[in-house]
């Protein structure tokens, strides 16, 4: 199984671009690469996903790297409301069917 | 689209007794559902897969007689908390796979705060 290595926080202020990156040397020739955020007590909510090169939507982009061992979520002027963790995930269970999640990057947004 | 109910939103039981957790999903059907669990300042740990008429998957550790999931429709699976204790006291979360989420189809619930007295 694919093991995804993120920093283990971030601390970031209002306005300032974030760029959180994830290491997933092992990733298989199928996986996708799909990034996550989750607050507190609540679950987790889908952000962006790619496969190669970049990908962008109204909340962020992802860039990733030819050999993708590695991708980049890059969130555009944060605000104090994106604190949260965030997950890159590329793992799935033994049985292909379920995401595997790893330790996260908890992102601390000031004012 | 894909929208993943998950009911209640936190309980409190008492040490030995049973609490039930239902997931649904309201604009899909949803043949395969996912519980995990997480525990406060940890990632999510996948405890189990459910499967619509048929029995649940559990991942390597976690009792299949301690946490009963029952899939019976394609829209709900429920799971059981068996005799209760305060080790058990975590935020449960389902996800489903389905619908016309662009994420491929992986959808979470908003967890159920379980605390065990």
């Known amino acids: 199984l694919a093991k995804t290595t993120q920093p283990i926080s971030m601390d970031s202020y209002e306005g300032q671009e974030v760029n959180i990156t994830c290491s997933h040397n092992n990733i298989a020739t199928n996986d996708y690469i799909t990034w996550y955020q989750q607050f507190p007590s609540q679950g987790p909510r889908f952000i962006i996903q790619?496969?190669?090169t970049k990908v962008t939507n109204e909340v962020a982009s992802l860039f990733i790297p030819a050999d993708r061992k590695s991708s980049t979520l890059s969130l555009p002027r944060v605000s104090l409301s994106d604190t949260a963790v965030y997950y890159c995930l590329v793992a799935y269970n033994q049985a292909g069917t379920a995401l595997i999640f790893g330790k996260g990057t908890t992102l601390s947004v000031s004012s | 689209g894909a929208v993943v109910s998950q009911h209640p939103s936190w309980v409190i039981c008492k040490s030995g007794t049973s609490v039930k957790i239902e997931c649904r999903s309201l604009d899909f059907q949803a043949t395969t559902m996912f519980w995990y669990r997480q525990f406060p300042k940890q990632s999510l740990m996948l405890m189990a897969t459910s499967n619509e008429g048929s029995k649940a998957t559990y991942e390597q550790g976690v009792e299949k007689d301690k946490f009963l999931i029952n899939h019976a429709s394609l829209t709900l699976s429920t799971l059981t908390v068996t005799s209760a204790h305060p080790e058990d006291s975590s935020f449960y979360i389902c996800?489903?796979?389905?619908?016309?989420?662009?994420?491929?189809?992986?959808?979470f619930g908003s967890g159920t705060r379980l605390t065990v007295v």
């Open positions: 790619g496969y190669k």
């Open positions: 996800s489903a796979r389905g619908g016309t989420a662009t994420n491929y189809g992986y959808t």
